[in-house]
């Protein structure tokens, strides 16, 4: 299955339970050093949006089922 990311590429998903495991994992990733934040504020959005976009399509999938 495929899914796009926040930058519209398709990213193919071969372990939907593993793929959101990680994504919710990196969306807790900070840098100590604050002049990081802008780089940390970006990649929060984006995994934030693959984990809300993988959490879907499992729900979307359970609910077929």
Known sequence: MKVTDLNGCPIEITDL???IRI???YREY???DRSFS???KAKN???SD???KL???KEQ???NN
Do not use: P
Request: proline share 0%; hydrophobic share 40%; glycine share 4%.
């Open 17 to 19: 339970d593993e793929a």
């Open 23 to 25: 994504t919710a994992d």
């Open 30 to 32: 900070r840098h100590g």
């Open 38 to 40: 802008d780089f940390d």
């Open 45 to 47: 959005a984006y995994w």
């Open 50 to 52: 693959m984990h809300e």
């Open 55 to 57: 959490t879907a399509m």
């Open 61 to 63: 999938l359970n609910n």
